[in-house]
């Protein structure tokens, strides 16, 4: 089950990053792109005194621009083509000129509907843009406007050594900056995924969280976002979130594409209804085997071990309560294995057989029984240990198995009473007769 769960868990994660990567590549392929194109232009300018004609091609347009620091008083050229002037209108693109020494700027090439708004606002920023320049940045990302009309302006510097204060920008409307970030996410919207962009300073520019950025929670994450390296990350408690954050313009701005714990299960709902299911099911199964095992297997062995455990006291009760010597021996060595009480006071009873004394046990032993189990039934007389009187032993012997083994078991008692009571009675019917005999002969 766990196996299962962290399969798919591991699984959706990576759907997710898959999502997080494609986001990430087309925006970043829509802004190089502009930027490239950026570039292409500015490389195509060209410098020339003031006093040289300048040649205008066929469909083109051509842009001069001068600033009052130019190198050996050179004026700038541009040279638009037809085709990139169609392709700037197809995008709603403006080509902006801007001296940052001297606040002018001027439309190169003007797509959109935008008023001199946005050219108010740039001359505001030369300063900035000035300010910037000294630390010789390679392109300064600027945004201007409110909602749907805002603006994305991306300036480099035309030729750094000849107009140290020419950039040459191009504006790009908000929304397609937006639909470049947003139309993988937007593409399988059930995944919830969400994304920021934030500038160098770690500020929220753009981000479907940007309204409602306030929570403490949220608050954490784009401190650990601000502080994070590139690439994918997991934060866990109290953010939980998962998130893939790369940098785009020139480490100016960062998208971050993110998405929560919650979201994630819920699309892996499904499997994990599955794994709990059969959870349930292996956890119904178990039950059952346990009791059937219980029922069929563990309490009847537990009945038949009491029964045993029964047998045996009641064997070892009628062993010791019996009023015989009742015995076990070991074929292979001798050893005794069993015995009562009664048969620990018998074997403690010497034998004499040819003026040598032994024990009782070792006669038994000698014993020649047969082995098919009939009982071997006799009678011996020993002598007691310590006063030397005889005792009358009857016997019966059989040879059997127990544990696997040979043994030699034995039934014993004595019977010394009765014998002496047959000798007495005998004695005294010899002397009655004796007495007759005399009477008679008298």
Same mark, same amino acid.
């Given at each position: 089950?766990?196996?299962?769960?962290?399969?798919?868990?591991?699984?959706?994660?990576?759907?997710? $990053?898959?999502?997080?990567?494609?986001? =990430?590549?087309?925006?970043?392929?829509? =802004?190089?792109?502009?930027?490239?194109?950026?570039?292409?232009?500015? !490389?195509?300018?060209?410098?020339?005194?003031?006093?040289?004609?300048?040649?205008?091609?066929?469909?083109?347009?051509?842009? #001069?621009?001068?600033?009052?620091? &130019?190198?050996?008083?050179?004026?700038?050229?541009?040279?638009?083509?037809?085709?990139? @002037?169609?392709?700037?209108?197809?995008?709603?693109?403006?080509?902006?000129?801007? +001296?940052?020494?001297?606040?002018?700027?001027? =439309?190169?090439?003007?797509?959109?509907?935008?008023?001199?708004?946005?050219?108010?606002?740039?001359?505001?920023?030369?300063?900035?843009?000035?300010? %910037?320049?000294?630390?010789?940045?390679?392109?300064?990302?600027?945004? &201007?406007?409110?909602?749907? @009309? !805002?603006?994305v302006y991306l300036f480099e510097q035309i030729a750094p050594r000849i107009m140290p204060d020419a950039?040459?920008?191009? #504006?790009?409307?908000?929304?397609?900056?937006?639909?470049?970030?947003?139309?993988?996410?937007?593409?399988?919207?059930?995944?919830?995924?969400?994304?920021?962009?934030?500038?160098?300073?770690? @500020?929220?520019? $753009?981000?479907?969280?940007?309204?409602?950025?306030?929570?403490q929670t949220d608050t954490l994450f784009l401190k650990k976002l601000v502080k994070a390296d590139e690439?994918?990350?997991?934060? %866990?408690?109290?953010?939980?979130?998962?998130?893939?954050?790369?940098?785009?313009?020139? !480490?100016?701005?960062?998208?971050?594409?993110?998405?929560?714990?919650? +979201?994630?299960?819920? @699309?892996?709902? =499904?499997? *994990?209804?599955?794994?709990?299911?059969?959870?349930?099911?292996?956890?119904?199964?178990?039950?059952?085997?346990?009791?059937?095992?219980?029922? &069929?297997?563990?309490?009847?062995?537990?009945?038949?071990?009491?029964?045993?455990?029964?047998?045996?006291?009641?064997?070892?009760?009628?062993?010791?309560?019996?009023?015989?010597?009742?015995?076990?021996?070991?074929?292979?060595?001798?050893?005794?294995?069993?015995?009562?009480?009664?048969?620990?006071?018998?074997?403690? *009873?010497?034998?004499?057989?040819?003026?040598? $004394?032994?024990?009782?046990?070792?006669?038994?032993?000698?014993?020649?029984?047969?082995?098919?189990?009939?009982?071997?039934?006799?009678?011996?007389?020993?002598?007691?240990?310590?006063?030397?009187?005889?005792?009358?032993?009857?016997?019966?012997?059989?040879?059997?198995?127990?544990?696997?083994?040979?043994?030699?078991?034995?039934?014993?008692?004595?019977?010394?009473?009765?014998?002496?009571?047959?000798?007495?009675?005998?004695?005294?019917?010899?002397?009655?007769?004796?007495?007759?005999?005399? !009477?008679?002969?008298?």
């Amino acid at each position: 089950m766990t196996m299962f769960c962290y399969a798919s868990l591991m699984d959706e994660v990576s759907g997710y $990053r898959k999502v997080f990567n494609n986001g =990430y590549t087309q925006s970043r392929d829509f =802004y190089e792109q502009n930027e490239f194109g950026l570039a292409g232009i500015i !490389k195509a300018a060209e410098f020339s005194r003031v006093t040289e004609p300048h040649i205008e091609r066929e469909g083109g347009k051509v842009f #001069s621009f001068e600033s009052e620091h &130019a190198l050996g008083g050179m004026v700038g050229i541009l040279n638009l083509s037809e085709q990139l @002037q169609q392709d700037m209108q197809q995008s709603g693109s403006d080509l902006i000129y801007l +001296d940052i020494r001297t606040g002018i700027a001027r =439309y190169v090439l003007k797509s959109s509907s935008d008023n001199d708004e946005y050219l108010h606002r740039l001359r505001e920023k030369a300063k900035q843009l000035h300010s %910037s320049s000294g630390a010789g940045p390679e392109a300064i990302l600027l945004m &201007a406007g409110h909602g749907d @009309q !805002k603006r994305v302006y991306l300036f480099e510097q035309i030729a750094p050594r000849i107009m140290p204060d020419a950039w040459l920008g191009i #504006s790009l409307p908000q929304k397609q900056i937006v639909a470049s970030i947003t139309s993988q996410i937007e593409a399988v919207p059930e995944l919830g995924i969400k994304y920021l962009v934030l500038d160098q300073h770690g @500020q929220v520019v $753009r981000g479907k969280a940007e309204k409602r950025w306030s929570t403490q929670t949220d608050t954490l994450f784009l401190k650990k976002l601000v502080k994070a390296d590139e690439g994918f990350s997991v934060y %866990s408690m109290p953010v939980f979130k998962i998130a893939l954050k790369k940098e785009i313009g020139g !480490k100016q701005r960062w998208i971050v594409y993110y998405a929560s714990f919650v +979201d994630i299960l819920w @699309q892996i709902r =499904y499997a *994990l209804l599955f794994g709990l299911g059969l959870c349930a099911i292996a956890a119904v199964l178990a039950y059952i085997a346990v009791r059937h095992l219980r029922h &069929a297997v563990f309490l009847p062995a537990k009945e038949r071990e009491a029964h045993l455990l029964e047998r045996e006291a009641f064997n070892r009760a009628m062993l010791e309560l019996a009023p015989v010597g009742i015995c076990v021996f070991r074929r292979a060595d001798g050893e005794l294995l069993i015995r009562n009480e009664r048969a620990r006071l018998l074997l403690e *009873l010497g034998l004499c057989v040819g003026g040598h $004394r032994r024990g009782l046990d070792a006669y038994f032993l000698n014993v020649p029984v047969p082995e098919n189990g009939i009982p071997f039934r006799g009678d011996v007389t020993v002598e007691a240990i310590v006063d030397a009187t005889p005792h009358h032993i009857h016997f019966a012997l059989a040879e059997l198995q127990y544990n696997d083994q040979p043994v030699l078991f034995c039934v014993f008692s004595d019977d010394s009473d009765r014998k002496n009571a047959e000798l007495a009675l005998a004695s005294a019917k010899s002397a009655a007769d004796a007495a007759n005999k005399a !009477k008679s002969a008298f």
